[in-house]
């Protein structure tokens, strides 16, 4: 059982990194009774860490209250990042520079997603970043992006100034302490609550979320299987990316690693077939969601999460006596670059 000792060692852990408050926490955890009832499976909350506040929230304002301050002790005065032209990851960096009076400047990988759409390439995320005040440089999917990163921030020396580079995704162990962050909080609003949480699903790409969910999790006894819907269609590759982050987060809080890796669950069958396309399924989860509790999701990640968690469903994975916490990872502004696959 849950208890404040608990939450005082996940506490004592967070507090020795230093932290910058960026983000509108505690995000809600509320239920979606609407969504519940059509599904007839498991009762669905869902966290909001889509409200996450700057910059249009989303799942990476957790990681950089950790990675900004570190690059503000550094000296930076430029962040360098690298992502998709409607990576929110991107935009969530652009807003934390423009937030934190320092500039960003980030690779854009141009062709990754098969998408010629002007509203792909000039609305959403892509404007956001824009908007900010983040310049960007054209790469392809084929280069390595930490070679990339080196290079540019190499660059950025030469010409005077200071770079912190942060990782795509946002993905390494100080991003991660974000999401133990969040484990601490979902713990708390459980005890508020008084819920008895079975299962969280979410999209897991980079590893970042889903690892320290695991740790965060595991460090408070908290019985809660962490559900990651591949989003990249790639099970391995996600597998891979949170294990690596797992591995380095038990080192750094004194976990046994080999039980952990036993509680990372991937979910491959709702990726759409690759990144940044979606499927039937993820447009049902979105108009489906939309309809029933106006909760805005994108085609990219959180359509494909909700897509799992209907799967699953039908494919009598939860118990009825079950309660699930949909983790609104955010994305929402990447729905209006992909505006035609409504119709519009
Ligand atoms: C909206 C959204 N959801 C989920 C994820 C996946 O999270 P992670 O990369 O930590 O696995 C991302 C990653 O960029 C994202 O932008």
Not at 157 to 175: D, E, H
Not at 209 to 216: D, K, P, R, S, W
Not at 260 to 274: C, D, M, R, T, V
């Amino acid at each position: 059982m849950l208890d404040s000792s608990h939450l005082k060692v996940l506490s004592n852990k967070i507090d020795k990194y230093n932290k910058m408050n960026l983000g509108h926490f505690p995000t809600p955890l509320e239920p979606l009774e609407r969504l519940s009832d059509w599904l007839d499976g498991p009762a669905v909350y869902v966290k909001r860490d889509d409200a996450s506040g700057l910059g249009q929230g989303g799942n990476k304002i957790r990681p950089l209250e950790f990675l900004a301050p570190d690059a503000l002790d550094s000296g930076a005065n430029v962040l360098v990042t690298a992502g998709v032209i409607q990576s929110n990851s991107v935009r969530q960096v652009a807003a934390t520079a423009a937030k934190v009076g320092i500039d960003c400047h980030f690779a854009m990988i141009t062709d990754r997603v098969d998408k010629v759409d002007t509203d792909y390439n000039h609305t959403g995320n892509i404007f956001l970043d824009q908007l900010y005040g983040a310049t960007f440089e054209e790469i392809s999917v084929n280069e390595d992006k930490d070679v990339v990163l080196e290079y540019i921030s190499t660059r950025l020396k030469q010409q005077g100034k200071s770079p912190y580079i942060v990782p795509y995704g946002c993905a390494n162990l100080l991003g991660a302490i974000g999401y133990l962050n969040a484990a601490l909080e979902i713990a708390e609003q459980i005890i508020t609550q008084q819920l008895h949480i079975t299962h969280l699903i979410h999209a897991s790409g980079t590893g970042g979320t889903q690892a320290g969910l695991i740790v965060g999790f595991a460090l408070l006894n908290l019985p809660i299987k962490v559900i990651g819907i591949d989003i990249d269609a790639d099970e391995k590759g996600v597998r891979c990316r949170v294990t690596k982050i797992l591995t380095e987060l038990a080192d750094e809080v004194g976990l046994e690693l080999e039980g952990l890796k036993q509680k990372i669950i991937i979910e491959p069958n709702f990726s759409a077939g690759a990144y940044g396309q979606a499927d039937e399924k993820t447009v049902e989860a979105i108009t489906v969601s939309a309809k029933l509790e106006a909760l805005t999701l994108d085609p990219v990640y959180s359509g494909k999460g909700v897509a799992g968690l209907i799967g699953l469903t039908r494919n009598g994975y939860f118990k009825k006596s079950d309660s699930v916490i949909f983790l609104h990872t955010g994305g929402v502004p990447a729905i209006y670059a992909y505006r035609s696959l409504f119709g519009y």
